[in-house]
């Protein structure tokens, strides 16, 4: 109970934790604070003063997002001098602001045009011209900036700094004339940028790929998981008319942060499905309909028609299945159980690895905590980039990061870098593992080793793609071993990067270690693949929720849900479970993976041209 | 922005930093003990090589320090004297702040434009020369009006001979030079009169005046120098040190005249580096003291460092000067190498062992720097801020350790202190409680200004003015004094028997603050003078928070526009409604300061605003009364 502090605000006992804020406090007793600046998850400023309160015995308003709570405080939020205060702020902050609430994107989700609508005033006592700026000025291929509604609360800057650590946007300039930016000529490039739109409290930083398509209150929000990799980032999907118009951070505490990485925002999202949200023509790409080759040319036809058209393709000689691993586990189970049934003779299976040559052992969450580090070829910050946000907490709080391997996106946070080509990878991490058991080595692997030394938890983190290697195994296992890594406490593991990896392997295990495609098969059928098989003079099907390879091969096309579209479960990397709902609306010959596993398992009991 | 410069980079000659620039780059970042300190040092590096920094070099430095570079372009565009595009030459700006504007500087600048063909903001067609006029101060307000020509300063330029003198000069591609130092003085003040509270007073920290040239190690030897840092280390423990300090009631002389010792006393005694920071960051218009300290008294000044670090267990201490100050810093660099050279720094400081280095770091042009945070952040390398306190400097300052933060002033005082004891220091002067020696700054329409160092609390504004100030330039009647620089309320005429110290000011409505007095005579317009500080304030707030940020650039438009004929009569309660929205709501004291200039100006001259707005005036360059 010591470790607790008890105050009063706005004449309500608190009783909270000893280094609380005052603005965190208030919330426990359902006390909102007006804030801009303030973010739970960047370290407290005080820049914007919103959060103006009067504290006893205080000689000056206080800002309660950098006061912590002292034992007997008497915090008054609602008392004219703080309300005087937070107008004060207000309407300074309104001064320069452009009164073009009806055509930004923030319109509708802005704290400012709320905190405006509570307690602003009615008219502006600005007389003079408003201080004009850049608008519309595109920061990056993702992000655009509108200088004049910016109300520089350095949200977007301090994340840069703090959470990725790359400062790749600061803010420029200085007094009133302070803008957001970057070098004259550069743009702003981070895995992360996406992340500061989210957190602006205003229509200053705007997404390119949403920027004028909806209105907030027209959207409709669906809980779901990231589908960019295999890290499981919860999302939030945005969907307007059927279409999906955005990807948000969905927090996880577990799994995300609350971060996500641009690739998973921006690049994983589906083409739209419905033709009035499709673009121009030849812009979107997408399969709509199920499609048969006639007379040589790929023609519309029902569902039925196409799906025993590829069940009897399959049927017809020597024939695979080429399953994604970003099938969910629940096409995954009828793939290994039906599927398999169905198709005595066909080869089925993954086209890419779905079982780790060096699992992955511990919780995402525990890098948070690790004490010392070392990454081999993995390079997080490049193919897994919430896995380097975790690990950075580890960093800045001391923790040393070894990394071996010619890329490493945590540079400026690594203690050493041994920097070797992917040909130098194992010589160098044989090195770092003699080193640590105290054997000669090299300079750099003795240094490294020797920043390595200590206790407490540890993390070693292998790149997949070089995992194959037992010579590199075993260097990382000796390695894992001399650092102590444990499951509870640490994380160890060549992470694969296919979104569903780890399900496919837990539920359909008979086919995690087929080579699909060893047969030399005549007819393939790619169900969710990136890039379908085609085999040159074969017949492929093409099961997708992307494009139709441009290829007399195709013979069968069936569109796929994307995701984003299906209702299902998938594992991520450290095995945790979770579940996709369906967004937006699909024409009902675009089916969900399992559904459409189900329908060709189906389809192969039937002799052909029949029906079931 | 007529005639101003605009770069075509897309077609611009790219610039890439030699070998030498490099390596001295390379040297200041391994100088510190955190790389991204040598960020700012480094982009003057390669300015002074290049002439500006247009962005490729911007991105080698940052790339030299190890910073991203858009943090390099950060600092970049936030120091008025690091420059992102060209200028001529000889880059002359001319102070126009006050008290310079209304001592001659604005009408400098219409004789500069003359003698060199040139408007404000343009450069000569031969890329020789540029004219700019600058609402900062420049620290030579006794020797107004004044320009700065690079790193140079060209000081009294008061008659038309001393303007022909320095335009055919510039023409010439040179700066006016003395011999022995970078700075020009047109005329040099002579011996302080001996009079009033100096007539029995001899000086301890000024006692080499009118000497404008440095004082050597062995002259500074010769005159008991270094004996007190002998004293205590060598027979005091720091912690008597900081005793001795506290008991004589030293008191800060950066203006907040918070107890020294005090605040030495609240470091904790951790172990890992503390650090002590001396602010020369001297920018408030109208103060020039410590200027005058490092530039002839640096020995006293290293001394005193060197004291205060041994009191507060820091072996690595720092000197931030303001930008501007360059002759200042050579001359501190000197002199900590020559007591480094003879073992008064350095490892076993005088054969003990006490380690001490001291780095003599500049700024680049920025007011918020004098702010002890945004200090610590600049020579951080970080965008000069003020951060939001807890927790404070002596807890968590540079680097995040345990910080001390002191004034220049402060500082020279602390050898005198425990050479002589705490007695002898408290009976400098009426009031035990805040006594020593005190240097006003005295600057404005009097006959001879300059620094004088008296007893704190010995005079009072009209002593001063009279005794050491030799009166009122042309005789005129005073309007009011600023008695702490631009920050501080006026006083009015018929308050300036208050005695000059803290309590004394305070009774009178003000403060006295770093005791930088600006008299201003009955012929000055008080609607432009408001508007020209509030302008500086709006020009050096460094954007962090809203108050500050929105509310001083919108008073100093409102100002404007009354300044300019346009003024409408609510407009004077409007201003005082606003700097009501702007005063206790701002992050740091400048926000505060900035409302000083219109609140008390309208409280003491509200006619003149009321005239300014109903008399029919336009807009004008004249700082006399208009209407």
């Known amino acids: 109970m010591s470790d607790l502090v008890e105050l009063t605000i706005d004449g309500k006992k608190v009783s909270v934790p000893k280094g609380t804020l005052l603005v965190e406090a208030a919330k426990t007793v359902g006390i909102e604070i007006p804030v801009f600046c303030y973010h739970e998850k960047l370290k407290p400023v005080g820049a914007c003063r919103m959060c103006l309160v009067e504290i006893e015995k205080m000689p000056r308003l206080q800002t309660a997002c950098t006061t912590p709570v002292g034992p007997g405080m008497v915090v008054n939020t609602k008392t004219k001098g703080a309300v005087d205060g937070q107008q004060s702020v207000l309407e300074l902050l309104l001064a320069n602001h452009p009164l073009d609430c009806p055509i930004c994107d923030k319109g509708g989700e802005c704290p400012l045009q709320d905190n405006s609508f509570k307690s602003g005033g009615t008219t502006s006592r600005l007389a003079e011209p408003k201080r004009a700026k850049e608008k519309a000025l595109p920061l990056s291929d993702t992000i655009v900036l509108d200088r004049e509604r910016c109300i520089l609360c350095y949200r977007c800057t301090r994340f840069q700094e703090e959470i990725p650590g790359d400062s790749a946007i600061v803010p420029l300039e200085r007094g009133g004339e302070s803008v957001i930016g970057t070098l004259t000529g550069e743009s702003f490039d981070s895995p992360f940028s996406g992340n500061t739109v989210e957190l602006c409290p205003v229509g200053a930083l705007t997404s390119r790929q949403y920027r004028f398509r909806s209105r907030p209150w027209d959207l409709q929000h669906v809980p779901s998981v990231c589908s960019g990799c295999s890290v499981g980032c919860n999302v939030r999907l945005d969907v307007r008319d059927a279409t999906i118009l955005r990807v948000l951070a969905r927090e996880n505490k577990a799994i995300d942060d609350g971060w996500l990485c641009d690739t998973g925002r921006y690049q994983s999202l589906p083409p739209a499905i419905t033709a009035a949200h499709a673009g121009p023509e030849g812009k979107n790409r997408r399969v709509r309909s199920p499609m048969v080759r006639v007379n040589g040319t790929l023609q519309k036809a029902t569902f039925a028609d196409a799906i025993a058209r590829a069940a009897a393709l399959l049927r017809s000689g020597k024939s695979a299945i080429a399953l994604s691993a970003r099938l969910t586990d629940e096409a995954c189970q009828v793939a290994g159980a039906a599927l398999r049934g169905a198709f005595p003779n066909t080869a089925i299976g993954f086209i890419e690895p779905v079982v780790s040559p060096w699992p992955v052992q511990g919780r995402i969450q525990n890098l948070a905590k690790v004490k010392r580090i070392v990454d081999l070829g993995c390079d997080p910050w490049h193919t897994l980039p919430i896995l380097a946000l975790w690990l950075r907490k580890a960093t800045t709080a001391g923790a040393p990061l070894v990394v071996v391997g010619p890329d490493n996106g945590l540079w400026r946070d690594s203690k050493h870098w041994l920097k070797v080509g992917n040909d130098g990878l194992v010589a160098a991490a044989e090195a770092l593992a003699a080193a640590l058991a105290g054997k000669p080595a090299t300079p750099e692997a003795t240094a490294a080793a020797a920043a390595l030394k200590g206790d407490g938890p540890a993390a070693v983190l292998l790149g997949a793609p070089f995992a194959g290697n037992a010579r590199l195994r075993a260097a990382a296992d000796a390695i894992a071993q001399a650092l102590g890594v444990t499951a509870e406490t640490g994380f160890r593991g060549a992470p694969l990067r296919a979104f569903n990896a780890r399900g496919a392997a837990n539920h359909a295990p008979e086919l995690a270690r087929t080579d699909v495609l060893a047969g030399s098969p005549q007819v393939v059928c790619s169900i969710g693949c990136d890039a379908p098989v085609v085999v040159p003079g074969g017949k492929a099907i093409v099961v997708t929720s992307g494009a139709v390879p441009d290829s007399a091969e195709v013979e069968v096309v069936l569109p796929l849900a994307h995701p984003y579209e299906t209702t299902g479960h998938v594992t991520n990397l450290d095995g945790q479970r979770q579940a996709l709902q369906a967004a937006g609306q699909r024409p009902a010959d675009v089916r969900m993976d399992h559904e459409l596993l189900q329908a060709l398992a189906n389809a192969a009991a039937v002799p052909a041209g029949g029906r079931a | ?627």
């Open chain 2, 1 to 627: 922005m007529s005639g101003a410069h605009t770069v075509d980079h897309a077609n611009r000659q790219k610039v890439t930093l030699s070998a030498a620039c490099r390596s001295a780059i390379q040297a200041e970042v391994a100088k510190y003990p955190k790389p991204r300190t040598a960020l700012l040092p480094s982009l003057k590096l390669a300015q002074k090589e290049v002439g500006w920094l247009p962005p490729e070099v911007v991105a080698q430095v940052a790339d030299l320090v190890g910073v991203s570079h858009a943090q390099a372009q950060e600092l970049t565009t936030f120091y008025s004297m690091l420059h992102t595009e060209p200028h001529g030459r000889l880059h002359v700006e001319v102070c126009t702040q006050v008290p310079c504007g209304f001592m001659g500087g604005d009408r400098l600048v219409q004789q500069l434009e003359q003698g060199l063909g040139i408007a404000e903001g343009q450069t000569t067609p031969d890329g020789g020369v540029s004219l700019h006029k600058t609402v900062e101060c420049m620290g030579a307000c006794h020797r107004a009006p004044m320009c700065r020509v690079g790193d140079h300063y060209v000081e009294s330029v008061r008659e038309p001979a001393d303007v022909q003198a320095l335009c055919a000069s510039l023409k010439a591609g040179k700066v006016p030079a003395t011999a022995g130092t970078r700075n020009h003085d047109f005329h040099p003040a002579p011996a302080p009169a001996k009079v009033g509270a100096s007539a029995n007073y001899t000086p301890i920290l000024l006692r080499h005046q009118p000497r404008t040239t440095q004082v050597s190690l062995a002259e500074y030897r010769a005159g008991g120098g270094y004996q007190a840092l002998e004293k205590a280390l060598r027979s005091m423990t720091p912690d008597a040190v900081t005793n001795v300090v506290k008991d004589a009631n030293l008191r800060g002389r950066g203006g907040a005249a918070f107890s020294a010792g005090m605040k030495w006393s609240f470091v904790p005694k951790v172990p890992g580096p503390k650090y002590l920071v001396v602010n020369a960051d001297e920018s408030e218009p109208g103060t020039f003291k410590d200027r005058e300290l490092m530039e002839v008294e640096s020995h006293m000044l290293v001394e005193g460092m060197a004291i205060a670090s041994f009191a507060i267990g820091c072996n690595e201490a720092f000197l931030y000067l303001r930008g501007e100050y360059v002759e200042a810093g050579e001359r501190m660099r000197a002199a900590v190498a020559e007591a480094k050279a003879a073992g008064l720094l350095g490892k076993g400081v005088l054969g003990t062992n006490f380690d001490l280095e001291i780095h003599v770091f500049l700024g680049a042009g920025a007011y918020i720097c004098g702010e002890e945070t945004a200090l610590l952040e600049s020579l951080e390398g970080r965008r000069p801020m003020p951060r939001s306190r807890p927790p404070f400097p002596a807890v968590a300052g540079l680097y995040q350790r345990p910080t001390v933060v002191n004034n220049v002033e402060t500082i020279v005082n602390v050898p005198h202190i425990v050479q002589n004891g705490a007695d002898w220091y408290k009976a400098i002067g009426p009031n035990p409680k805040s006594a020593g020696p005190k240097i006003y700054c005295l600057s404005g329409a009097v006959n001879r200004p300059g620094n004088y160092e008296l007893p704190l609390g010995a005079t009072t504004f009209r002593e001063l003015i009279e005794n050491q100030g030799g009166g009122v330039r042309g005789g005129r009647k005073i309007k009011g004094v600023l008695p702490a620089g631009i920050s501080a309320p006026i006083v009015p005429a018929d308050k300036l028997d208050a005695k000059l110290d803290y309590e004394g000011v305070q009774a009178a409505g003000s403060m006295l603050g770093s005791a930088s007095l600006i008299v201003i005579p009955d012929d000055v317009d008080i609607v432009r003078a408001a508007t020209r500080m509030v302008e500086f304030f709006r020009h050096e707030s460094c954007g962090k928070c809203t108050p500050c940020r929105e509310g001083v650039a919108w008073l100093h438009k409102v100002l404007q526009r009354i300044e300019g004929g346009q003024g409408k009569t609510e407009d004077i309660d409007f201003l005082l409604s606003l700097s009501d929205r702007i005063a206790g709501k701002v992050l740091c004291a400048l926000g505060d300061f900035a409302t000083s200039p219109v609140k008390a100006t309208i409280a003491h001259f509200r006619s003149e605003f009321i005239a300014a707005i109903t008399g029919g005036r336009g807009a004008s360059d004249d700082w006399s009364k208009r209407s």
